[in-house]
C-alpha cells in the first residue's frame, strides 16, 4: 500500500477493529491507488483459495541426504582393494567351513581275509594287463620313431652322397679340362721347339 497509516493486508485477512476496519474502507473510496492494490490483493487472495489443498510433500531428498549415498556392497565393488579383500575373506570362509564341516573318515569296512587276497589277485593281474599293453604301445611308438629317423638319415645320407658325386663329377670335369689345357699347351711348346 502507498499510502502510509494503512495496511491493506492487515484488512484483507479481517485483522484490524471496527474503527480501524471504518477507516480504510473510507480511505479505499477516495484513494484510487490503494483501490488497485486492494484490488489486486484480493484477486491474488481468490486464486490461492481456488486452489485445492493438496498433501505437501513428506519427505524432500537433498542431494547430501543419505538416501543419495550409495549401498556398503556397492561402494564394496567400486573399490579395487576392498573387493579383493572381500573376495579373500570369502576364501578364507569357504576353506574354514570346508575344514569344519568336513566328515572324518570311518574306520574300512573290514571283508573277509580271502576275499581281501582274491581281489589282491585281481588286482595284481589287471595291473599286469595294462603295464604289459602300456610297454607294447611305448615299444610300437618308440619303433615307429626310430624308422622314421632311420628314414631321415637315410634320405640325407643320399642327398648328401648325390651332392658329393656332383662335387666329384665336376671336380673331374676341372681337373679334365686343366689336363687338356696343360696338354694342349705342351704340344704347342713342343711344336714350337721343333722348328
Known amino acids: 500500500m502507498t499510502c502510509a497509516p494503512f495496511d491493506l493486508k492487515d ?13 480504510v474502507e473510507r480511505h479505499l473510496v477516495a484513494c484510487a ?7 489486486a490483493l484480493n484477486t491474488t487472495r481468490s486464486t ?3 486452489i485445492g489443498e493438496e498433501e505437501p510433500l ?6 547430501s541426504d543419505k538416501v543419495f549415498e550409495p549401498r556398503w556392497w ?17 576364501l578364507a570362509l569357504a576353506i ?20 581281501v587276497q582274491i581281489d589282491q589277485n585281481g588286482i595284481d593281474a589287471e595291473i ?7 610297454v607294447e604301445k611305448a615299444s610300437i611308438d618308440i619303433e615307429a620313431r626310430q624308422t622314421e629317423k632311420l628314414r631321415q638319415v637315410m634320405a640325407e645320407s643320399d642327398r648328401r652322397h648325390q651332392m658329393d658325386l656332383q662335387t666329384v663329377a665336376e ?25
Do not use: D
Not at 689345357?181 to 721347339?193: L, P
Open 11 to 23: 484488512y484483507l485477512f479481517g485483522e484490524l477493529n471496527a474503527a480501524e476496519k471504518e477507516s
Open 171 to 195: 671336380a673331374w670335369e676341372r681337373m679334365n679340362k686343366r689336363t687338356g689345357v696343360v696338354k694342349s699347351a705342351s704340344f704347342y711348346r713342343t711344336g714350337a721347339e721343333i722348328q
Open 58 to 63: 513428506r519427505r524432500i531428498a537433498f542431494v
Open 74 to 90: 556397492q561402494k564394496l565393488f567400486v573399490s579395487g582393494p576392498q573387493l579383493g579383500f572381500a573376495s579373500a575373506a570369502v
Open 128 to 134: 599286469a594287463k595294462r603295464v604289459a599293453v602300456a
Open 48 to 50: 490461492l483459495l481456488c
Open 33 to 39: 491507488a490503494c483501490h488497485e492494490e486492494f484490488a
Open 96 to 115: 574354514v567351513f570346508h575344514a569344519v564341516h568336513t566328515p572324518a573318515a570311518g574306520p574300512a569296512p573290514s571283508a573277509p581275509v580271502a576275499q
